[in-house]
T-cell receptor, first 111, second 113 residues
Framework: NAGVTQTPKFQVLKTGQSMTLQCAQD?????MYWYRQDPGMGLRLIYY???????DKGEVPNGYNVSRLNKREFSLRLESAAPSQTSVYFC??????????FGPGTRLTVL | KQEVTQIPAALSVPEGENLVLNCSFT??????LQWFRQDPGKGLTSLLL?????REQTSGRLNASLDKSSGRSTLYIAASQPGDSATYLC????????????FGTGTSLTVIP
């Protein structure tokens, strides 16, 4: 039982490049989330998906898109990366009681 | 908008001491509250989940309490150990806003051997 997995672990992009962050969970959870974590600002929700086929914006969705491919997988795409998107990105999933479980994170640097 | 505050931002204690970490939130209409631990460069590990109808939860040396009316939660760590050194985060879940969590910025705990 791997829990929540994320790929890649590290990534360096140039301004304007695109990339997709992958996330998968094997706990049969309906809800999945993408957060970014920045020093002094805590975790902020980018997008979430309450169930397969649905996605909703969180607090900071600008510059990002998501896809809930199936119940297991939830990807985050940066279409045109900007230095302000340098951050650590976490994927999470939650039980029906709202207990969240997190992946190990992706450390992204945009030059 | 819900705001979650954790004070102090950093705490240093000698090994063996009992300690309390604080979490406050501005809107008492929460569904649940969760405490996490985060080690440097790692993801968040769930420690305890308290539903809004509960007053406390316990796991080993950890005890978390919830007082919704005053907008407070505490995490009590008994007999602290150097391995407890980490950042501790609390998050509140407002079900009525679409199952979103609001996080505090954490308390960085150092337990000195």
């Amino acid at each position: 039982n791997a829990g929540v997995t994320q790929t890649p672990k590290f990534q360096v992009l140039k301004t304007g490049q695109s990339m997709t962050l992958q996330c998968a969970q094997d706990m049969n959870h309906n809800s999945m989330y993408w957060y970014r974590q920045d020093p002094g600002m805590g975790l902020r929700l980018i997008y979430y998906s309450a169930s397969e086929g649905t996605t909703d914006k969180g607090e900071v969705p600008n510059g990002y898109n998501v896809s809930r491919l199936n119940k297991r997988e939830f990807s985050l795409r940066l279409e045109s990366a900007a230095p302000s998107q340098t951050s650590v990105y976490f994927c999470a999933s939650s039980t029906n009681l709202g207990e969240q479980f997190f992946g190990p994170g992706t450390r992204l640097t945009v030059l | 908008k819900q705001e979650v505050t954790q004070i102090p931002a950093a705490l240093s204690v000698p090994e063996g001491e009992n300690l309390v970490l604080n979490c406050s939130f501005t809107d008492s209409a929460i569904y649940n509250l969760q405490w996490f631990r985060q080690d440097p460069g790692k993801g968040l590990t769930s420690l305890l989940l308290i539903q809004s109808s509960q007053r406390e939860q316990t796991s080993g040396r950890l005890n978390a309490s919830l007082d919704k009316s005053s907008g407070r939660s505490t995490l009590y760590i008994a007999a602290s150990q150097p391995g407890d050194s980490a950042t501790y985060l609390c998050a509140v879940n407002e079900r009525n806003t679409g199952n979103q969590f609001y996080f505090g910025t954490g308390t960085s705990l150092t337990v000195i051997p």
